[in-house]
């Protein structure tokens, strides 16, 4: 079996960049600069004929005055210049161009829409394949090629193909604060030539790749994207975020059954076929590919809630209540057991628990979280983070501490899922500087390092639970 | 018409912590310091007989020995205390206790339950008023009570009366950062005396109070609440949380319609028959509150978005859709208007519009923003500050800066309601140095100081203006 055309446009010997710029708000620029910052270790050569020196490399004229071989070209030059610039490439024997480039089939413009076929016409002919156009390319951090600022170095096992580069740019950034890293990312536009089915397959027998993320607009071929979206889904987890389900696939449910049925549901019911996990949104996207990144199966529905005080315990059942999650009451087997314990509130503490009645018992919250993981009745604990509205800096700190120092113990020393919820706050400039926020954030660094889930709510949390409970009932 | 006795208990001439004490971590510490942080400028009286001094204040061994008159009293004795601790306030002639205390009927104990019935008898025997037990109280910013650290010492127009202290606590810490300012907060836990029936009623006629927000467990007169809820949804808007919307509201319906109705669905229609506003949990109720403080009337579901990049734009479109927000397409007219100015994107340009085909045009998103706020074709605008993958500290916060003061111009200048969607992230702690957090802080308080209504995602601002409109159609 020869190897996907994709392996050898991820590992480029050398890369130009056409239309390279010495303006660092630019793209030319940016491109040449991240190369360079990501320590790629292949050829750099910046193309410009009004450049001698881009960050410190020489700049060449034209992809012909480039003494060696080029296998990979990223296009910054305006879209009129992009037919001359492929024929370039045919010439230099380039194997793959990644259009960056915009203004093709996007605006909706007949001639834009004809320069865009002609030039996947011209790239045939050469025999050049092509990523794009009206896309940031590629993101893989092991070869030291990147499009965005802020993206880790580190690589990691998740792999990411996108029709939106502004959105999985922020994905990226989003999700690297939860803990995720990335084997290789594809911002792919247009998809004019090689699309969403191509990248399914590359993924799908990848080994550096263990979960799939998609973000996808259009698809050309629905037929070939439901077998290879199957096929990727038997072998690993496939997230899907579908934009556009309004106007679009209203037209195409009309004029498939006319049913008035929500577009949102079907994308769902599709995607569920195919054994993939919808995702709504981005956020969504970043919950999934943390559950899926640290979390062991989740095998059922019984969750037991720890960690808040009582209204925002109630809350949290609601809210899990509501995605079909079972806040199942504690067991007359488990009460007795802290009875025998000789527990002062044994009569009283339940699922959720309130944290506010253990304080000043005989009994933690640990305690508790650690009955609940030994225990057969519960397949996931879900807990908060509780920035206690009394305690100040030394003893807030010390409680805080402990609940992470508790969640990664149960974490590391029993086999059930734990997600732990560290709450977001839309900061001003002065909270950056106050001792509360840097708690938190050490705490969200902590439980990263020690591989433990962590989610923005409780909302967040639950939800992600359950498409994980759908995902691993389905595959039973 | 005599005054509400609530308006005598928030004005006390002297306030007596009953069961204070010296170590900080301790409710007893809090609730003395709290007093004095705040500048209360009243006579404080702390209680205990094992201290004589607690923050620099003399110390009375009991009610008895204070030498003055005591209005209000903060009780954080031990439960089994509080009988005589009621009568020694009795005799001492103290009109309104805060019963802190906690562990009586909220343990499920018999003993416990008949001792908080006792407790209400003999207040009731002296004429004595009680709010909880099992709260954490007032936190009222213009007389300078508090019962939490950091809320804001500042007062504005938002009352909230709430059954979760810990609740009440994370939401106002969270709703400061989105600028609001509060009136006067009631945390009033078990409700054994006055209740979610006696602060609706006080803050319907209150001029201190613009908004409420009610957070729920129990509701003890079903038809009291329901007739002052509309009574109060009449005069001023009036956000509902209710938590314990599962086995017990299900067992409520069960009994009257045998139905299997979601349990939120019918809570949501019953807050919306009275007039008032549901939100579903605790961050929703931030989005309200931020809503109904700083956007005008919201009259129609016709949105235009700006300020993201294609995928986030897309995804925004399709979130607002399925929450029932019309993103319309942009009139003939309106596009003829642009094609008038000259504009080489005339044909192209949509709502959404995508950020990235305005880049190096003759258009910005000023321009755009500016028409769709003078059109009659848009209800709402939803806006974000895009923070965008490629530039670096010059070029994106010259953006981002540009960004908020386009967003800050057209509220100015216009009259149509504009939501800002400035983005959350998971930060550890070495985000909290760097400069793209920084700028994000800044940004935010800047628009906080404009009146900009800002929000953490477009899903989250989608459904705070679909509730705006549902309350502003039913008024109609």
Redesign the interface.
């Known amino acids: 079996m020869s190897a996907h055309p994709l392996e050898e446009i991820l590992h480029p010997k050398s890369i130009a960049v056409v239309g390279a710029s010495g303006k660092?708000?630019s793209?030319g620029y940016?491109f040449t600069e991240r190369l360079l910052e990501y320590g790629y270790k292949g050829k750099i050569y910046p193309v410009n004929p009004k450049y001698s020196d881009i960050c410190g490399l020489k700049v060449y004229p034209s992809l012909k005055d480039i003494p060696g071989s080029v296998d990979y070209v990223i296009s910054c030059v305006p879209a009129e210049e992009v037919l001359s610039m492929i024929d370039e490439c045919g010439q230099k024997g380039v194997k793959a161009v990644h259009i960056f480039t915009?203004r093709f089939s996007?605006?909706?413009?007949k001639e834009a829409a004809e320069l865009e076929q002609e030039s996947l016409r011209r790239a045939r002919k050469w025999g050049i394949r092509l990523i794009g156009p009206n896309c940031?390319g590629l993101y893989y951090p092991r070869e030291g090629i990147t499009?965005?600022?802020?993206f880790p170095m580190e690589p990691g096992s998740v792999g990411v193909a996108?029709?939106?580069?502004?959105?999985?740019?922020?994905f990226i950034?989003?999700a690297r604060?939860?803990g995720i890293r990335f084997s290789k990312v594809i911002s792919y536009g247009n998809a004019l030539d090689l699309n969403e089915c191509d990248f399914l397959e590359y993924f799908t027998p990848d080994s550096e790749t263990k979960i799939i993320l998609l973000?996808v607009?259009g698809v050309k071929d629905g037929k070939r994207f439901f077998d290879t979206l199957s096929q990727a889904a038997a072998i690993k987890p496939v997230i899907i975020?579908k934009?556009?389900?309004?106007?679009s696939a209203k037209r195409t449910i009309a004029s498939h059954t006319a049913s008035l049925t929500?577009p949102?549901k079907v994308w769902e019911a599709l995607i569920k076929q195919a054994g993939a996990i919808y995702a709504?949104?981005?956020?969504e996207m970043v919950d999934l590919a943390v559950s899926f990144s640290y979390l062991p199966p989740i095998c059922g529905p019984r969750v037991g809630i720890a960690g808040?005080?009582?209204?925002?315990s109630?809350?949290a059942?609601?809210?899990c209540?509501?995605v079909g999650l079972d806040?199942v009451p504690i067991s007359q087997e488990f009460r007795e057991e802290i009875k025998r314990k000789g527990i002062s509130?044994w009569?009283?503490v339940d699922n959720p628990v309130d944290?506010?009645?253990l304080g000043g018992s005989d009994f933690t919250t640990l305690d508790m979280l650690e009955m609940m993981a030994r225990s057969h009745s519960f397949d996931l604990l879900l807990t908060l983070i509780?920035?206690?509205?009394?305690?100040?800096y030394?003893?807030l700190s010390a409680a805080l501490r402990g609940q992470a120092k508790d969640y990664i113990k149960i974490k590391r020393e029993t086999s059930m899922p734990v997600l732990v919820v560290?709450?977001?706050?839309?900061?001003?400039?002065?909270?950056?500087?106050r001792w509360?926020?840097?708690i938190l954030?050490?705490l969200?660094?902590k439980l990263?390092e020690a591989g433990v889930a962590?989610y923005?709510?409780?909302?967040r949390a639950a939800i992600a639970a359950r498409k994980l409970i759908d995902y691993y009932q389905a595959r039973e």
Request: aromatic share 10%.
């Open positions: 660092p708000a793209a940016n915009a996007e605006t909706g413009r940031l499009f965005g600022y802020s996108s029709q939106s580069g502004a959105g999985v740019a922020l950034h989003a604060l939860r973000y607009e975020l934009g556009g389900r309004g106007d929500s949102m709504e949104n981005f956020d808040g005080g009582g209204g925002p109630v809350v059942t609601d809210e209540e509501e806040v509130i009569d009283w944290i506010s009645i509780f920035d206690h509205p009394f305690r100040q030394k003893a560290v709450p977001e706050k839309s900061s001003g400039l002065e909270e950056y500087d509360s926020w840097r954030g050490e969200r660094t990263i962590i923005p709510s409780f909302k």
